[in-house]
């Protein structure tokens, strides 16, 4: 398989017509036509249930031919890996067009410019409420991180991208994207009333989210750090030698713990 082969798709959700006929809603990472959405039809003999653990994340399949296909996960050739082939009997690739246009896309349109303008009046001030939280944590990863650190390169490797957290704030509008809309923020509906429904949903949590609770902001960083350290932790047993996990685990949940008793 070339790079260039390799075109991802997001998967959103699988809904399973029977057993062994699957369908996987969600759309492509190159240029996906916001006019459509996109479902992949499989039927397999084998079963295809390992599929259901990479919802919310991007996969590719290899058809390798008529009777036999391969799975990828990860967003990038370089990270992607698979579990084996497996046979299928019918492969179907779709893109159909949403429903509602004339009436709804242009609501969803002006809702948007609302929200954009919305989101970058806020962006300041959840920035701000951000940076107190992230402080703490520096600060408590000071106080109990071993003071011989820098000669342990795995803990440097792990906890860097943590302590380096936001670094420049290109990113923070994505992140509050998630503060405010913290299950599925990558979704494609098939008509456009959802559309704006869910837009309608962030507007208004966006209005009304209080970005001085200490609370909701801290609860939303833990996440993220959460969410990186989860990353991160996996490929050290690739970077490094004799890596002892647990005893890393053992400290970022200390640090957790820690934050989350933090008041502003």
């Known amino acids: 398989m070339k790079d260039e082969d390799y075109k991802p798709f997001y998967l959103n959700n699988i809904l399973v017509i029977d057993e062994g006929y699957y369908v996987l809603n969600g759309f492509p990472l190159y240029f996906p036509n916001e006019d459509l959405y996109y479902e992949i039809h499989i039927k397999s003999n084998d079963s295809l249930k390992i599929i259901k653990s990479y919802v919310e994340d991007w996969i590719y399949i290899d058809l390798i031919s008529t009777v036999e296909l391969e799975i990828y996960t990860g967003e990038h050739i370089q990270e992607c890996f698979s579990d084996g082939p497996s046979s299928y009997t019918y492969y179907s690739y779709r893109e159909i067009e949403k429903t509602f246009k004339n009436e709804w896309k242009p609501k969803v349109k002006n809702l948007e410019v609302k929200f954009h303008k919305l989101l970058n009046q806020r962006l300041p001030a959840y920035i701000t409420a951000r940076s107190n939280v992230v402080q703490n944590f520096k600060c408590l990863y000071k106080e109990i991180s071993p ?29 509050l994207h998630s503060l405010i809309n913290p299950s599925k923020e990558l979704i494609l509906f098939k008509d456009w009333k959802s559309d704006y429904l869910y837009l309608e949903a962030k507007y208004n949590s966006l209005v009304n989210i209080d970005l001085d609770n200490y609370v909701i902001v801290k609860n939303h960083v833990i996440d993220i750090y959460k969410n990186m350290f989860n990353h991160v932790l996996p490929s050290l047993k690739y970077n490094f030698e004799d890596v002892d996990e647990p005893k890393y685990t053992t400290l970022f949940t200390s640090l957790i713990k820690m934050l989350d008793k933090t008041e502003a």
């Open 147 to 175: 003071n011989n650190n820098n000669t342990d390169k795995a803990h440097t490797f792990l906890f860097a991208s943590l302590y380096s957290f936001p670094g420049s704030d290109l990113a923070s509008e994505a992140y």
